[in-house]
């Protein structure tokens, strides 16, 4: 048998060499596709807006703290074909994520995220306290009055209080506070048109607008959810007759911050659009956020005869359906008489 010539050799070896370099390159890639990532602290999070360019993204993430190449990264994307899959959100990742996983998480669009819970009964200002207060939520509205908020949201010229829905809202982090209340308005929209279409057939309430305030009200009044029915027809009753509703939360909310924990007689003959003792009907805007409840109260009030209530102590209500009856109960509860 002939041997092979040295240059048949060397290209043999050459081939051999290569072919242990490839193998060597392949187990160090599917190496580095499976290990943890190494961050500069124990979490690392990348917000990305929707449009960026895989190439940034992987450079936004070695920005924040994955200490690897930007270009191998990128080229890991670009090399698995779901580089233009990658959702846009907020991300966050831990010391235990390989590339394979995280480039799975971008895809998937498992993003990281927050919540902000809206309260029954809050008003505007503390719901805006509240989204200030959010964690990763932009404060786009920190600067804007409560008239261009509701600009922002598509509604100019319609008064801020009442119409958000409480709930908890949860938003990927490096949201717009905009965007959560945009969702809590329609929200409330979509909520409040559901009970008014329900609506008893005999209510006094001319419009929607209406019974969000009239549940505005039934919600800052209510201290037992027993009582909500109850309470809402007694507000109806009222209506009917065009007798006053002298609801205190109505006067307190008219005050304002100037109200300091006690309401004085001096303050409920003071006359102001939501001083319900001096003027009959509703105030003119709602006075906080009804949830569900006091929305369904106010458009479908329990049937009663009742024209007064007041507090047992307890957070429930005794009611009267004349003023003497009233009295009794006042300087039972009220008085300790």
């Known amino acids: 048998m002939k041997p092979s010539s040295p240059g048949a050799r060397r290209w043999r070896n050459a081939g051999l060499g290569l072919a242990l370099l490839l193998i060597l390159l392949a187990g160090s890639a599917w190496w580095w596709l499976q290990a943890p990532l190494p961050l500069a602290a124990d979490s690392v999070e990348v917000s990305i807006e929707p449009g960026t360019p895989p190439r940034d993204i992987a ?86 009055s409560d008239a261009a908020v509701m600009a922002a949201l598509g509604a100019p010229g319609v008064a801020p209080e009442g119409r958000f829905y409480p709930d908890t809202y949860t938003y990927s982090k490096g949201s717009s506070d905009v965007a959560v209340l945009r969702r809590a308005y329609r929200a409330m929209q979509q909520r409040l048109d559901a009970a008014w279409a329900r609506r008893s057939p005999d209510t006094p309430l001319h419009n929607a607008d209406e019974a969000l305030t009239l549940a505005s009200i039934i919600e800052k009044e209510t201290g037992s959810p027993g009582d909500r029915g109850k309470v809402a027809g007694v507000f109806v009753n009222r209506l009917r007759i065009g007798m006053p509703l002298q609801t205190d939360p109505a006067v307190i909310y008219g005050l304002g911050e100037r109200f300091d924990g006690n309401l004085r007689k001096r303050d409920l003959l003071a006359d102001t659009p939501y001083n319900t003792y001096s003027r009959s009907g509703l105030p003119p805007t709602p006075i906080a956020m009804p949830g569900k409840a006091s929305l369904e109260a106010a458009v479908r009030p329990e049937p009663t005869k009742a024209l007064y209530f007041v507090a047992r102590g307890d957070g429930s209500s005794e009611f009267s359906d004349n003023l003497a009856a009233h009295n009794r109960a006042v300087n039972q509860y009220q008085r300790g008489k």
């Open 59 to 144: 450079q936004a993430w070695v920005d924040a703290g994955v200490q690897t190449s930007p270009l191998l990264l990128y080229e890991w994307f670009r090399w698995s074909g779901q580089a233009r899959r990658i959702r846009a959100g907020s991300y966050e990742i831990d010391r235990n994520v390989s590339p394979r996983q995280l480039l799975q998480k971008l895809v998937r669009g498992d993003e990281t995220l927050a919540a902000a819970r809206l309260i029954d009964g809050w008003t505007f200002r503390q719901v805006r306290a509240e989204l200030a207060r959010s964690e990763g939520l932009k404060p786009s509205t920190a600067v804007l």
